[in-house]
């Protein structure tokens, strides 16, 4: 069974950074689009940031410049550095491995929470 793992997660001030992994127990993990989501209470799932299995990387506009996706295939882990951290990024954030060749291969881990504030 695949399991999807977010970490990295907690408490943290506005202005400082936080980096959050995922790892994702498939076969052929550099075949995975990776995405990361998040969720804040009363708003809809909003695409944070995602790296795609050929390596190219896109970016919610919210997050443009203080946000940087990375992936390690040999690990099976994906990395999301978040920097200069402010309140509209308190969310819990999932990570969403999809197939690259068969979108009903599509994964969701469980969710790490990220709070920003003083």
């Known amino acids: 069974q695949v399991q999807v793992v977010e970490s990295g997660g907690g408490l943290v001030q506005p202005g400082g950074s936080l980096r959050l992994s995922c790892t994702a127990s498939?076969?052929?993990?550099?075949?995975?689009?990776i995405l990361w989501y998040r969720q804040a209470p009363g708003k809809q799932r909003e695409l944070v940031a995602g790296i795609h299995a050929g390596g190219s990387t896109t970016y919610a506009d919210s997050v443009q410049g203080r946000f940087t996706i990375s992936r390690d295939n040999a690990k099976k882990s994906v990395s999301l550095q978040m920097n200069r951290l402010n309140s509209d990024d308190t969310a819990v954030y999932l990570c969403n491995a999809v197939s690259n060749l068969n979108s009903h291969l599509n994964f969701w881990g469980q969710g790490t929470q990220v709070t920003v504030s003083s």
């Open positions: 498939v076969s052929v993990f550099e075949g995975y689009n």
